[in-house]
């Protein structure tokens, strides 16, 4: 059986591992250079109802993650909507504090 790593490949991977969890921690380098600790998550459990998307598209959704590689997630400590690139991504932690980090090419 091969070893399980703690490494994320791609956007869409990114995406699945905050969807599976309740929260997740993500660490990024923001435009300015500076980084940022965010504690977000995608459970509408956790998202306020007035925050909760209103309609959904997964084209538009596909050509962010594929093309421009931006992850949207729900920020928990501003309780708004934020962008996270996915490539300025160091690592995303998760409530059990499981650590994977981000591989980039």
Same mark, same amino acid.
């Given at each position: 059986?091969?070893?399980?790593?703690?490494? %994320?490949?791609?956007?869409?991977?990114?995406?699945?591992? *905050?969807?599976?969890?309740?929260?997740?921690? *993500?660490?990024? %380098?923001?435009?300015?250079?500076? @980084?940022? &600790?965010?504690?977000?998550? /995608?459970?509408?459990?956790? *998202?306020?109802?007035?925050? !909760?998307?209103?309609?959904?598209?997964?084209?538009?959704? @596909?050509?962010?993650? &594929?093309?421009?590689? %931006?992850?949207?997630?729900?920020? /928990?400590?501003? !309780?708004?909507?934020?962008?996270?690139?996915?490539?300025?991504?160091?690592?995303?932690?998760?409530?059990? &504090?499981?650590?994977?980090?981000?591989?980039?090419?």
């Amino acid at each position: 059986m091969p070893e399980k790593t703690n490494t %994320i490949d791609t956007a869409v991977e990114l995406l699945e591992k *905050i969807k599976d969890e309740e929260e997740v921690t *993500i660490r990024f %380098i923001k435009k300015d250079g500076t @980084l940022r &600790n965010m504690r977000c998550t /995608l459970s509408f459990k956790k *998202i306020p109802k007035s925050k !909760q998307p209103k309609e959904f598209s997964l084209p538009k959704l @596909l050509k962010l993650l &594929n093309r421009n590689k %931006i992850v949207h997630v729900f920020d /928990l400590d501003k !309780q708004d909507w934020r962008s996270v690139p996915f490539d300025r991504t160091e690592w995303v932690e998760t409530a059990n &504090n499981l650590r994977y980090k981000i591989k980039r090419r």
